[in-house]
Structure formats: structure tokens, C-alpha cells
């Protein structure tokens, strides 16, 4: 079970942290990735880190440099930091687990229920 918190309204240009705890499973078994979903549009990749909390990490082009994903497997736990927050970052977002380090849903079998993120222009 995945369980996302930490989203809110934030202006254009300030950050956000998001958390996603994992309990049920070994967490350190799965890669674990961020995808959002904006009003009218198709969920998409935002980031994914593989199975060590040292491990790689993937970055959407979107992304690429204001946001950073990390993991504590002591914690069960995942997080997302989100710096220079555009209001094209506007979103639910959910945190996923899976079994293999993609940039595809289809790779993800675990989802959580999703944190609305809304970056005020």
C-alpha cells in the first residue's frame, strides 16, 4: 500500500516536498516512481529512482533540474522535491512501486491515491 501526502497550493517559483509511505512489502524491492496527471490531459512520467536508496534516478526532460526524487528504505518512504514550481506543474500526482526502473505505468504495479499539487501564476 502507498500512501502520498504533501500537496498543496504554492505560487509560481516556490517549492513543495512530496512524501509517499510504503507499507505491506519490502520496499526495497521495488523501483518506485512519481507520474502526474493535469485537468484534461493523460498521467504522465515525472521521475523514478531504482531500488537502492543510492540507486539511479530518471528525470522526465519537464523536470530535469527543479525537481529531485530520493528514497529511505529505513523508512519506507520516498519523497519528491519540487523546486521553481511552474503552474504547467499543476497535477495530481501519485507516487507507484514496481518490479522494474521505467518511465512506463505498465511497469508500475502499486499505486498510491494521489496528491493534488496547484502552482498559482
Known amino acids: 500500500q502507498l500512501q502520498a501526502s504533501g500537496g498543496g497550493l504554492v505560487q509560481a517559483g516556490g517549492s513543495l516536498r512530496l512524501t509517499c509511505a510504503a507499507s505491506g512489502r519490502t520496499f526495497s524491492d521495488y523501483a518506485v516512481a512519481w507520474f502526474r496527471q493535469a485537468p484534461g490531459k493523460e498521467r504522465e512520467f515525472v521521475a523514478a529512482?531504482?531500488?537502492?536508496?543510492?540507486?539511479?534516478?530518471w528525470y522526465a526532460d519537464s523536470v530535469k533540474g527543479r525537481f529531485t526524487i530520493s528514497r529511505d528504505n529505513t523508512k519506507n518512504t520516498m519523497y519528491l522535491q519540487m523546486n521553481t514550481l511552474e503552474p504547467a506543474d499543476t497535477a495530481v500526482y501519485y507516487c507507484?512501486?514496481?518490479?522494474?526502473?521505467?518511465?512506463?505505468?505498465?511497469?508500475?504495479?502499486?499505486w498510491g491515491q494521489g496528491t493534488l499539487v496547484t502552482v498559482s501564476s
Open positions: 529512482v531504482s531500488r537502492r536508496a543510492s540507486g539511479s534516478t
Open positions: 507507484a512501486a514496481g518490479h522494474y526502473y521505467s518511465d512506463s505505468q505498465a511497469d508500475y504495479d502499486y
